[in-house]
């Protein structure tokens, strides 16, 4: 079946270091991937989309790159901020048609 | 914010009762779309509105059904609720289905089914 996973583990950084989550999908080869941050007891809120003709999109601190090889999505947070603390969902369309599916997410926090 | 708004923000219900969520959309946003969130989960896709009617549905029983309105305004109905049901409901409206649209979610509102 068609699984989409992100690191499982919590993501505890310094203040200026590098945030990398991974975005690992099975079973498909989707055309786009987004990245959603969501804060707690709020709704998630759009990041960024790459296409899967791109190798790497930027924002500002944010970079993503999408490995249709290995089915896999990096997302880098540079220079981390404590205001970067949140969780980070990656999302895909498994099947090409209108259902958006969203991995579990990943916590990161970073210390001041 | 994302000009999104969902009501009511916290709901309390036993078991057994039905509940109706409302959502309004995003201007110029003729997609709606409701998600379920369980705690240290992501989103999981109920169902998609465009132009009233659902044009798309997850993995779940028919006693979750929805609505959408003239005005893209949307509501989720739950009925016989279960406990399992305790979750925060999600509502995103975009210009159109798929990941090559971006959601842009409301707040939420909190179910808890006691």
């Known amino acids: 079946s068609q699984k989409i996973e992100q690191n499982s583990e919590a993501l505890n950084i310094q203040e200026g270091k590098t945030a990398t989550l991974t975005c690992n999908y099975t079973n498909y080869s989707p055309a786009y991937l987004q990245w959603y941050r969501q804060d707690p007891g709020r709704g998630p809120v759009f990041l960024l989309l790459i296409r899967e003709n791109e190798k790497e999109k930027r924002k500002e601190r944010l970079k993503v790159t999408f490995d249709t090889t290995l089915k896999q999505s990096l997302f880098h947070i540079t220079a981390s901020q404590p205001a970067d603390s949140a969780t980070y969902l990656c999302?895909?369309?498994?099947?090409?048609?209108?259902?958006?599916?969203f991995g579990a997410g990943t916590t990161v926090t970073v210390r001041a | 914010e994302t000009g999104v708004t969902q009501s009511p923000t916290h709901l309390i219900k036993t078991r057994g009762q039905q509940v109706t969520l409302r959502c309004s959309s995003q201007?110029?946003?003729?997609?709606v779309s409701w998600y379920q969130q369980a705690l240290g989960q992501g989103p999981q896709f109920i169902f998609q509105y465009y132009r009233e009617e659902e044009n798309g549905r997850g993995n779940f029983p028919p006693r979750f059904s929805g609505l959408q309105f003239p005005n893209y305004s949307s509501e989720l109905n739950v009925n016989a609720l279960e406990l399992d049901d305790s979750a925060l409901y999600l509502c995103?409206?975009?210009?159109?289905?798929?990941?090559?649209?971006?959601?842009?979610f409301g707040a939420g509102t909190r179910l808890s089914v006691l």
């Open positions: 995103a409206s975009s210009s159109g289905g798929g990941a090559k649209n971006i959601q842009y």
């Open positions: 999302a895909l369309d498994m099947a090409n048609d209108y259902k958006l599916s």
């Open positions: 201007s110029g946003h003729n997609t």
